[in-house]
């Protein structure tokens, strides 16, 4: 009778989450009282809709370090509630009729899978699973393609090819990928490493000191010698958007397909990384150094403009992934990037 009760409850009840209040201030002045949830939102654009700074979405939710990584999840049709309080704060709750079987009294939830994500997915999914950063040394470490059929130097989808290095243990699908142009900080000079050449896909057919791989898709030629590391598959992470909790300074190395300039939804490389305090979820803003121009007492630096906010969603070593989710000037690589 009591799980019976309980699950009643469920059914009709307003569903409070884990959350804290936020200063008024920080508030839009038009945010609304009430938004239900639709298929296509992600954790950025709700936020945008209630907070002046969406990188402070953590603080309305009262999240704490660990559940910035694995933040409360949210579905579409689900309201948010908007609780103006009179002390000017404010705080958010989440109210939405779940499905309850009453007997056996299971509560049928929607999996995770189904969860706003943090930015557009379909933005970001080509860069989650592929080796997009070679490490110095790695590149000649990693497992080789040796050979294919016939004696054949040059490979496309469905051909068998050889390879050493390829252990079982790490699967049985593979990436293909060259070693591209080298990282370099444009400050320091340090070589940061390389950026990888995505080719295509092998699986592997038989597991030896040598083993043989089908070339299941190839987005270009693949050449003997070029290298392979295990896919890890596609991993869809839900990040909160937070701001870094220590300073962190950095430059735009690049951007995705060569461009010199890119604006919003575009993907760019960070001369920053994990060794640095970076990680995913982080909300850097983008700066444009300012202009130095000679006066009467000497050359005088203007100071600079903030032109966009960029998400970070994959982070290597040294080096990281960002989506510019903002960009009120197109954002040119060596602009920086800093704790907003």
Known sequence: MRKTILSLILLFGFVVAAIA????????????????????????????????????WPELWGLNREQIRNPHLIYPNQVLVLDRRGDGTARLTVSGVQTVKLSPTIRVEPSAREAIP?????????????????????????PTIVAGPDQRVIFGTGDDVYAIGVTEKAGQVWHVYREGRALIDPDTKENLGSEAIYLGDAKVR????????????????????????????????????????????????????????????????????????????????????????????GKVTLPGDRIGLVFVFRVFNRVAYALVVESSKPIHVKDVVTKP
């Open 21 to 56: 209040a936020t200063s008024q201030g920080e508030l839009k002045t038009d945010a609304p009282d009430r938004y239900t949830i639709v298929k296509g939102d992600t954790l950025w654009g709700i936020s945008k809709r209630f907070l002046t700074d969406p990188w402070k």
């Open 118 to 142: 943090s930015v557009a997915p379909g933005v970001i999914e080509p860069f989650l699973s592929k080796p997009l950063v070679v490490e110095q040394g790695a590149y000649e470490k990693a």
């Open 206 to 297: 038989n597991f030896g000191k040598v083993s043989k791989l089908e070339i299941v898709t190839s987005n270009q030629e693949i050449n003997a010698n070029d290298a392979l590391s295990p896919s890890p598959g596609l991993v869809l992470s839900t990040y909160a958007p937070h701001a870094p909790e220590k300073e962190i300074t950095g430059r735009i190395m690049s951007a995705y397909g060569g461009l010199a300039e890119v604006g919003q939804n575009s993907i760019v490389t960070i001369n920053r990384g994990a060794r640095d305090g970076l990680e995913k979820g982080h909300v850097l803003a983008v700066y444009r150094d300012g202009e130095t121009i000679k006066t009467k007492v």
